[in-house]
């Protein structure tokens, strides 16, 4: 695994067409909520968090990342019971750190890739139990072998799944 | 600003997040669940629901398509063990008619009122809500086909949930399941009555029951009505599990009996009459006239004439195997005698689990 620290010359920063900046976290959101009905254990793999990771790190740009994420999040929030904003909090700051960190360090390769999908879920996980359980007094529990799980399947999805969405890369 | 130009990244992070949790702490303040649906919520259902529908509809005609029209093996097989499989549901509900139709001049007996589940809606669910920490599935039907918040949600098997949210071609329906559903229970053998909860994982336990009570692994856990959103007596699932739980209560974990995971197709319940049962008269159908049904039928003579030369009756052969067959038939042959306690075959005494006769 190789984590290579860039200088920010070297840093290639993408655009992504219109189509794919609205169609792609849709569509993550559609098959996150449609899926689950046929394959209930679907429901571990979080596809928006993966899709917010994605974009965030491509443009580099922090502030477009936070709302990337902000955006997401709220549309997540929308399909369930609980107020809006605990996804869409928790996505926020993980846009706006994977653009961060997409600035700072070299993630284009897989075993970075890996690590940084894996680190950004538990981040996301916590996030979203602390707001939860502080802001909107829902009562939920910490599972944490469930929480470590849901890290290394994402973390392992994360990697064909940012391959293919390589392809709609296009350099700025 | 100039302070604003150099950290500009950070302040718009710090300002989505205020803008954020100052949303949320007035949606906290204000919980709307049985008021008006937000925008934004309205929004992003509105984005999901015709995508889900859309795929679920193409999916549904291509599985109708294929299975009624291309996937035709073992029809044959299948409709024979169909066949079987009613004559023995005909016997069960013989008997079972008549266990109802005395128990009903019982509770009529006692004017007491029973719940009947008089109208109901069948639905597709077309999503969930995507989130392990929200057990909320999406059904295609809505106001327009006059579903209302607090319906009863239901599969043959066992009851699912509950509607919260109503928009005019969907629904949302919270499972039982959800940390944040509650429904009255009732241990069907025990005939205790607690409250069922979601667990965290996603099973169910029933709450406030006595440690010092009994409770048995497998008794069946049905609804008590108390909640007055699922009628009293339908089936919630088995009990798996009774462990002490805290303070003088047990945890007792409950197996549902619908798969809550896997749940395609579901009944509201739209009407609940509430009405004292009638005396139903005493059955005219036997569980002896389902299982003549079966034996070869003899073919009915021309009428013979009515004297013989010498003036006796007519002693006609197949009279006594014709009248026979009639009333082994059951079909209502006019003439054929009224059984009496002398010729009457030993009736519904109907063997338990009916085999082939």
């Given amino acids: 695994m190789q984590l290579s620290v860039t200088s920010s010359e070297e840093i290639q920063v993408y655009r992504l067409g219109l189509v794919v900046t609205i169609g792609v976290p849709l569509l993550a959101i559609f098959l996150q909520a449609y899926v689950p009905v046929y394959l209930p254990f679907f429901a571990i793999l979080d596809l928006p968090l993966l899709v917010t990771i994605f974009f965030a790190v491509a443009r580099r740009g922090p502030v477009s990342g936070l709302l990337t994420g902000g955006i997401i999040g709220i549309v997540q929030d929308s399909l ?18 994977a653009s961060s960190l997409g600035v700072k360090l070299d993630v284009e390769n897989p075993g970075s890739r890996v690590l940084m999908t894996f680190l950004f879920y538990l981040l996301h996980q916590l996030l979203y139990q602390l707001v939860a359980r502080g802001l909107a007094q829902e009562v939920l529990a910490w599972r944490w072998g469930h929480m470590l799980i849901g890290g290394v399947v994402n973390a392992v999805v994360a990697v064909p799944l940012y391959a293919l969405l390589d392809r709609a890369k296009r350099r700025g | 600003m100039d302070f604003f130009t150099r950290h500009r990244n950070p302040a718009v992070l710090v300002l989505a997040l205020f803008l954020q949790v100052v949303g949320l702490a007035v949606q906290v303040k204000q919980p709307t669940d049985r008021g008006p649906v937000r925008l ?63 128990a009903q001049r019982l509770q009529a007996l006692f004017r007491f009122k029973e719940q009947f589940i008089s109208d109901t809606v069948a639905a597709q669910v077309i999503g969930t809500s995507g989130s392990e920490n929200s057990r909320l599935l999406y059904i295609d039907k809505g106001s327009s086909d006059g579903l209302k918040p607090d ?108 798969s809550l995971d896997r749940v395609e197709e579901v009944l509201v319940i739209t009407r609940i ?25 003899v073919p009915v003579k021309p009428p013979a004439p009515a004297t013989s030369p010498a003036g006796k009756p007519a002693a006609a052969p197949g009279g006594a195997a014709t009248s026979a067959a009639a ?24 063997p338990k689990k009916a085999g082939t006769p």
């Fill in chain 1, 80 to 97: 369930t019971r609980q107020p809006l904003g605990l996804y869409g909090i928790a996505k926020t700051v993980v846009g706006y750190l």
């Fill in chain 2, 40 to 102: 934004v919520r309205l929004w992003g259902i509105s984005l999901m629901v015709p995508l889900e529908r859309a795929v679920v509809q193409a999916e549904s005609w291509v599985h109708q398509g294929w299975s009624d029209y291309f996937y035709l093996r073992n029809v044959r097989r299948e409709n024979r063990r169909l066949q079987e499989q009613n004559l023995r549901l005909r016997l069960e509900l013989v008997r079972l008619t008549q266990d109802a139709g005395q």
């Fill in chain 2, 151 to 258: 319906m009863a949600v239901i599969t043959p098997e066992g009851i699912v949930g509950k509607v919260i949210r109503v928009f005019p071609a969907s629904s949302q329906v919270l499972e039982i399941n959800d940390q944040a559903s509650g429904v009255g229970a009732l241990l069907e053998k025990a005939r205790l009555q607690g409250i069922l909860k979601g667990a965290p994982g996603g099973g169910i336990m029933v709450h406030y029951i006595m440690s010092d009570e009994r409770v048995e692994r497998g008794e069946p856990v049905v609804t008590s009505g108390g909640d007055r959103i699922f009628p009293k007596g339908l089936l919630i699932g088995w009990v798996q599990r009774v462990d002490p739980g805290p303070e003088m209560f047990l945890n007792i974990r409950v197996k549902p009996a619908a």
């Fill in chain 2, 273 to 297: 009459d509430e009405r004292q049962p009638e005396m139903i008269p005493e059955m005219p159908l036997r569980a002896a006239d389902i299982l003549a049904e079966r034996l070869p039928s």
């Fill in chain 2, 327 to 350: 009333g082994v038939s059951g079909s209502p042959v006019s003439g054929t005698p009224e059984p009496t306690p002398g010729n009457r075959p030993a009736g519904p005494p109907v």
